[in-house]
């Protein structure tokens, strides 16, 4: 089983980019699927999660009208969408994948994870 997260890399401050997780091994359509990320110094934090079903979304408030989670499960994949960048979103971002039935941001609650991809946001 393996997650895959892409779509990192530098970028200036209040521009865009969109992460990809595609996953492999097995499917997570009934699973809650979530992107934490960690930078450097920082403890890993919860950034987006979204319901199996896809309606339900959860965001940190840090992010929370500027990033938007999604997942497409014929294509077993989740998304990040982050728009108006700005420095403070520099991270190792990685996607997770859990077993709980409702949304949660405890990182200790997810099963799978991938290998992180980074953003770096520039002033």
């Known amino acids: 089983v393996q997650l895959q997260a892409c779509g990192g890399g530098l970028v200036q401050a209040g521009g865009s980019l969109r992460l990809s997780c595609a996953a492999s091994?097995?499917?997570?359509?009934?699973?809650?699927m979530g992107w934490f990320r960690q930078a450097p110094g920082k403890e890993r934090e919860f950034v987006a999660a979204?319901?199996?079903?896809?309606?339900?979304?959860y965001y940190a408030d840090s992010v929370k009208g500027r990033f938007t989670i999604s997942r497409d499960g014929r294509k077993n994949a989740v998304y990040l969408q982050m728009n108006e960048l700005k420095p403070e979103d520099t991270a190792v971002y990685y996607c997770?994948?859990?077993?709980?039935?409702?949304?949660?941001?405890?990182?200790?609650?997810?099963?799978?994870w991938g290998q992180g991809t980074l953003v770096t946001v520039s002033s």
């Open positions: 997770a994948a859990g077993f709980t039935v409702r949304i949660t941001t405890d990182w200790s609650s997810y099963d799978y």
């Open positions: 091994g097995r499917t997570f359509s009934g699973n809650v």
């Open positions: 979204v319901s199996w079903s896809g309606i339900t979304t």
